[in-house]
């Protein structure tokens, strides 16, 4: 990722995502909501727009975690502590506040995303572990390979020097 020391560029892009983000979903919502209004052509219209702002934030998103900086382990890992800071502050802080202001629709909403997203953080959890394995098996197999490497290239080498 960019300087995380959070340079205003940085901050500039992280918000510059989070609109171009909140925009697609909106205009998903909008289109899915003109569609059961019968205006199929405003829908696509909305549709199409929301698609050239998911390619808006993804190229922030590649200014902020260029690919060469980002592993399989290191996406899982940053998957996690984003939903397990869903699950164990953001949410239930906002949930608190809806509480207080007996908004119990939004209430019922946030249990939900709260539930959700502790399944999505052992999902990735699990997922990690199972990539984890699979590289230190990768690893022993390498190595192996390796060993015989070594070893034929040492008989050769002998050999070599006997003739």
């Known amino acids: 990722m960019v ?3 959070i340079s205003q560029t940085v901050k500039n892009l992280e ?3 989070a609109g171009e983000s909140m925009a697609n979903r909106k205009y998903l919502f ?3 909501r003109c569609r059961e209004l019968g205006a199929h052509e405003v829908a696509e219209v909305f549709e ?3 698609a050239q702002e998911t390619e808006h934030a993804l190229a922030h998103l590649e200014l902020l975690y260029p690919a060469d900086t980002l592993s399989v382990e290191k996406m899982l890992a940053m998957a996690i502590e984003g939903e397990t800071h869903e699950y164990t502050e953001m949410y239930p802080a906002f949930r608190h506040t809806a509480l207080e202001e007996k908004a119990h629709a939004a209430v019922a909403e946030i249990d939900e995303q709260i539930e959700e997203s502790k399944m999505h953080a052992e999902r990735f959890t699990a997922t990690l ?3 984890e ?3 230190a098996a990768l690893t022993r ?3 192996r390979h390796a060993n015989r ?3 034929t290239l040492a008989k050769f080498s002998a050999q070599e020097s006997d003739s």
């Open 30 to 32: 909008f289109a899915r």
């Open 141 to 143: 197999i390498e190595e």
């Open 149 to 151: 490497y070594r070893n």
């Open 129 to 131: 572990k199972i990539a």
């Open 48 to 50: 199409e727009t929301a």
């Open 133 to 135: 394995k699979r590289f």
């Open 15 to 17: 918000a510059a995502f």
């Open 3 to 5: 300087d995380n020391n």
